[in-house]
C-alpha cells in the first residue's frame, strides 16, 4: 500500500493568490431538468447541474445520482463506538440510522477543452437510480463527443463506472489522464484473490480497454495549461485532487479526500471503511484541507451535498463545510 503524501503548499496551491472568488457566469447558475419528483432516493432521479466561473473557466457539476445506506456508523468512525457516531450526527441535525451519498463528476470548459472529472456510476448503477451523468451533461448543454479529457481521480467504481457505454467508450473522443501508481495497483494480477479483486475487474473492463489514450500525471503534473495534478494518497493507492486556475481565481477538486460533509471533515480523524489506507486517508484530509481552509478557496467534493461546491474554515477537531450560496454570482 502507498502512504507517500506529497501536499506542501507550494505543490497544491503555487504562489497565486487564491481568497478573490470567481466573476458571475453569463448564464443561470443552476440549472434544473427535471421533469418528475421523486421521494425515494434509489428511484431514478431528476438532472441536476450547477454550473459557474472560476477565472475565465466554466465549470459544471453534475448529479450523478444520490444513494441512501443505513447504519452510518458502519462506514464513518469505524474507530470510534457508535454513540459518538450518533452524537456527532444528532449534533448537525442530522438521522443517525442512515445517511445520503451522492456523486458529482464535474466538467471543466476552458474554452479549447472540455474536460471530465469522473464519471460516475454509469449503466450499471441506473436500477439504483445512479448513472445520471450523460443526461445532466445534455442538461447543461453538452454532449459526451465534445469532451477532449477524462480525467479519473481514482478507480473505485463509482469514479470508473461511466467510461463505457454498452461495451463502448462513452466519451469516443477523449484522451484519458490517471495517476501512475492507481492503474499500476488496480490493474495488478496480483489483486485477484484479495479484497481487491473487485476492484480489479472494474479496471480491466472499462479502464485497461482505454490505455493507449490515457497519459498519466503525478504530483504537480499538468493536465492542460491551468489545471494541476496534486496526490492526496490513501483514500486509494494514487488518489488524485486537482487544482484549477484561471484568471488569478481557483478550486480545489478534492474527489474522495472527504466522504462525509459532517463525519469525515469535523472528525478528520475517524476511520472511513473505504479508505484504504486509514493512516495517510486522515493525514491526507488534515493536509487538504488545513490548505483549502488557510487560502479561503473553494473546492468541490465529490461526496458532499449536491451541488457539492463550499469553503472550510477550521472548527474544533476538524472543519465546517460551508456551501456557496451567491460567491459565484457577484
Known amino acids: 500500500m502507498i502512504d507517500r503524501l506529497s501536499l506542501g503548499r507550494r505543490a497544491l496551491f503555487?504562489?497565486?493568490?487564491?481568497?478573490?472568488?470567481a466573476v458571475p457566469f453569463l448564464m443561470n447558475r443552476t440549472a434544473f431538468a427535471q421533469t418528475e419528483t421523486k421521494t425515494d432516493a434509489m428511484a431514478p432521479q431528476a438532472t441536476k447541474t450547477s454550473s459557474f466561473k472560476i477565472g475565465t473557466f466554466g465549470v459544471t457539476v453534475i448529479s450523478d445520482g444520490l444513494r441512501t445506506s443505513e447504519k452510518p456508523q458502519e462506514t464513518f468512525g469505524t474507530n470510534q463506538t457508535p454513540e459518538a457516531v450518533a452524537e456527532l450526527l444528532m449534533a448537525n441535525f442530522l438521522p443517525t440510522d442512515k445517511f445520503a451519498n451522492g456523486f458529482s463528476p464535474t466538467l471543466v470548459d476552458t474554452g479549447s477543452d472540455v474536460i471530465l472529472f469522473d464519471t460516475g456510476m454509469g449503466e450499471g448503477g441506473r436500477a439504483a437510480g445512479a448513472g445520471q451523468l450523460v443526461a445532466g451533461m445534455q442538461a447543461a448543454g453538452y454532449t459526451p463527443d465534445q469532451v477532449t479529457v477524462v480525467v479519473l481521480t481514482h478507480m473505485h467504481g463509482d469514479h470508473i463506472g461511466g467510461l463505457m457505454e454498452g461495451g463502448q467508450p462513452t466519451f469516443k473522443n477523449a484522451r484519458?489522464?490517471?495517476?501512475?501508481?492507481?492503474?499500476?495497483?488496480?490493474?495488478?494480477?496480483?489483486?485477484?484473490g484479495t479484497p481487491a479483486e473487485g476492484g480489479h475487474?472494474?479496471?480491466?473492463?472499462?479502464?485497461?480497454?482505454?490505455?493507449?489514450?490515457?497519459?498519466?500525471v503525478g504530483d504537480g503534473g499538468e493536465v492542460v495549461s491551468g489545471i494541476t495534478g496534486m496526490a492526496a494518497f490513501g483514500h486509494s493507492p494514487g488518489h488524485m485532487i486537482y487544482r484549477i486556475e484561471s484568471g488569478g481565481k481557483g478550486l480545489i477538486l478534492t474527489a474522495d479526500t472527504a466522504n462525509h460533509f459532517v463525519l469525515s471533515l469535523q472528525r478528520p480523524d475517524w476511520e472511513?471503511?473505504?479508505?484504504?489506507?486509514?493512516?495517510?486517508?486522515?493525514?491526507?484530509?488534515?493536509?487538504?484541507?488545513?490548505?483549502?481552509?488557510?487560502?479561503?478557496?473553494?473546492?468541490?467534493?465529490?461526496?458532499?451535498?449536491?451541488?457539492?461546491?463550499?469553503f472550510i474554515e477550521t472548527l474544533d477537531q476538524g472543519y465546517r463545510f460551508v456551501p456557496e450560496s451567491y460567491q459565484f454570482e457577484l
Not at 205 to 210: N, S
Request: aromatic share 12%; no cysteine.
Open 14 to 21: 503555487g504562489a497565486t493568490a487564491a481568497g478573490a472568488l
Open 176 to 192: 484519458y489522464v490517471a495517476g501512475q501508481a492507481e492503474f499500476d495497483f488496480w490493474k495488478d494480477p496480483a489483486r485477484a
Open 201 to 216: 475487474k472494474g479496471v480491466l473492463e472499462k479502464v485497461v480497454p482505454l490505455a493507449e489514450k490515457m497519459t498519466f
Open 272 to 310: 472511513v471503511r473505504f479508505d484504504m489506507d486509514k493512516t495517510a486517508a486522515a493525514a491526507t484530509r488534515k493536509k487538504v484541507f488545513d490548505m483549502i481552509a488557510t487560502d479561503r478557496l473553494p473546492f468541490v467534493g465529490y461526496h458532499m451535498p449536491f451541488p457539492s461546491v463550499g
